[in-house]
């Protein structure tokens, strides 16, 4: 059973940056791809990025490069910078863990293990 948790999130000017943490415990963390998600409410949870365990990347179009996505396996962290913020990107971002297919790997539903999320709130 993997544990994860999210911090970082916070209220930032548009423009601005953020970096979100997720820690991981619980769990062989090596073996899962750490992937961020992110919702609004009244909206379907949007793929964010994904970083696979062997440090293959993946990113929604929509972030126009702003986003990336790193991992420390020392630490079992997962790192999303956000960078260039506007106010759509307002948000809970959640941190997710598992094993998909590449095809797949923009669904939620092929992350076994959530955190609880945190929030980013992009003013303008």
């Known amino acids: 059973q993997v544990q994860l948790e999210e911090s970082g999130g916070a209220l930032v000017q548009a423009g601005g940056s953020l970096t979100l943490s997720c820690a991981a415990s619980g769990g062989p963390f090596r073996s899962y791809a750490m992937a961020w998600f992110r919702q609004v409410p009244g909206k379907e949870r949007e793929f964010v990025a994904c970083i696979r365990s062997d440090g293959a990347t993946w990113y929604a179009n929509s972030m126009n490069g702003r986003f990336t996505s790193s991992r420390d396996d020392a630490k079992n962290t997962v790192d999303l910078q956000l960078n260039s913020l506007k106010p759509e990107d307002t948000a809970v971002y959640y941190c997710?863990?598992?094993?998909?297919?590449?095809?797949?790997?923009?669904?939620?539903?092929?992350?076994?293990?959530w955190g609880q999320g945190t929030q980013v709130t992009v003013s303008s």
């Open positions: 997710a863990a598992g094993r998909p297919i590449v095809s797949a790997l923009t669904s939620p539903a092929s992350y076994d293990y």
